[in-house]
């Protein structure tokens, strides 16, 4: 089947009039200039390769639209799944949480996102999104560690992050900062959230993180041939410590000397499309060459993701908590630097490397471009 007079975005260039030609689920050729027995004429359209979505924050957002409001799991993934397609994604990580007992939110203590992880396991094959699982780990939950390690025996989970949310480290180093910040999404005085904070802290601490216990869930991903990253990495000695465990994918480092540090180690720097386009589009003010504080008005102190693109250390860009219209992500830096195929490419292939695909129905053919 060919697919002509399309402007067609490849790995190195853009054809601004192509076709294609389609064999089964697999891109057979690409030519320049249009076919003029073309099956399909896409009149100018965009043809692009499908984005592979590494981190996003969607899943328990459509099974819960407004809290304590919960859906059936089934109708929320057919809904998110069509429109996770409509917007260019084709393959998509849904990290879920097993978040330590402080945080509220029911969708992310242990026993509850088991049974998201085993509704995905059990619709995906009839989705037409490649739909898998980026289980977070929060260091802190003692509880989810056995729950985790039977999910990745199981094969139930393609991508493991290393999550320490502890305020006064990482995104959370200032304390100032994230004491406003929960004061405002939680609707309380700032004394308030300051004595929430503290008891949080209080409670962290009498019960640290059990490393020993956190290398016996990497080591069992790394058995398993799954990708590890860490999560807000802010310092180099973090980032080297976190290499040690196995991971290769420094995933929202909050410092430029964390991002360097994992580049120069040969990890994956992975970084939130929402805050680029909010800190491009908005031009928010920055001070000490940290980020004024997006993402949710939880961002802390983290680092401005287009200093990290500025700096040639940014391999790859996640929806996070942006839940649709993914492929606008690349307009922004495209129009800003021309260099259309690169930017996308920032979007659609960071994770070819680690993984071979299952193969998808032929409406997700477009992301095995060779």
């Not at 088991?114 to 490649?130: F, K, P």
């Not at 992975?270 to 805050?275: D, E, T």
Request: aromatic share 6%.
């Amino acid at each position: 089947m060919w697919l002509g007079n399309a402007k067609l975005i490849l790995s190195d260039r853009v054809i601004e009039r192509g076709s294609v030609r389609i064999e089964g689920e697999r891109i057979a050729e690409v030519v320049e200039g249009s076919i003029n027995k073309a099956d399909w004429d896409l009149h100018g359209l965009t043809l692009a390769p499908g984005i592979i979505d590494m981190h996003g924050d969607m899943i328990e957002r459509e099974i819960e639209p407004r809290p304590g409001v919960h859906l059936p799991f089934d109708m929320a993934l057919i809904e998110l799944d069509k429109r996770l397609i409509a917007n260019g994604v084709t393959t998509a990580y849904a990290a879920i949480s097993f978040a330590e007992l402080w945080d509220k939110r029911e969708l992310r203590r242990e026993e509850r996102a088991c049974e998201i992880v085993t509704a995905i396991a059990q619709h995906r094959d009839g989705l037409l999104c490649d739909m898998r699982v980026h289980a977070r780990f929060e260091v802190t939950n003692l509880r989810a560690p056995p729950v985790l390690l039977d999910l990745i025996e199981k094969g139930q989970v393609d991508l493991v992050s290393v999550n320490d949310h502890t305020p006064g480290q990482g995104q959370y180093r200032d304390l100032e900062k994230y004491v406003m910040n929960i004061a405002t999404w939680r609707f309380v005085s700032a004394d308030a959230a300051a004595t929430m904070t503290q008891q949080r802290i209080a409670e962290m601490q009498s019960t640290p993180a059990a490393w020993d216990v956190v290398r016996e869930v990497t080591q069992l991903a790394l058995q398993h041939h799954l990708p590890i990253a860490s999560h807000d990495d802010d310092t180099s000695a973090k980032v080297g410590f976190m290499a040690e465990l196995g991971t290769t994918i420094s995933e929202f480092p909050v410092t430029m000397e964390a991002a360097l540090e994992a580049k120069r180690r040969g990890m994956h720097v992975v970084m939130g499309a929402p805050a680029a386009i909010a800190s491009i589009a908005l031009r928010q003010p920055e001070r000490d060459g940290r980020d004024s504080g997006w993402r949710g008005g939880f961002a802390g102190s983290r680092l401005p993701p287009r200093h990290i693109a500025a700096s040639c250390v940014c391999d790859c860009k996640t929806r996070c908590i942006a839940f649709a219209r993914s492929h606008e992500v690349g307009w922004p830096e495209c129009s800003r630097s021309n260099r259309l195929a690169r930017a996308w490419g920032n979007r659609a292939t960071t994770l070819r490397r680690p993984y071979s695909y299952r193969r998808r129905p032929a409406t997700a053919c477009a992301r095995h471009a060779a």
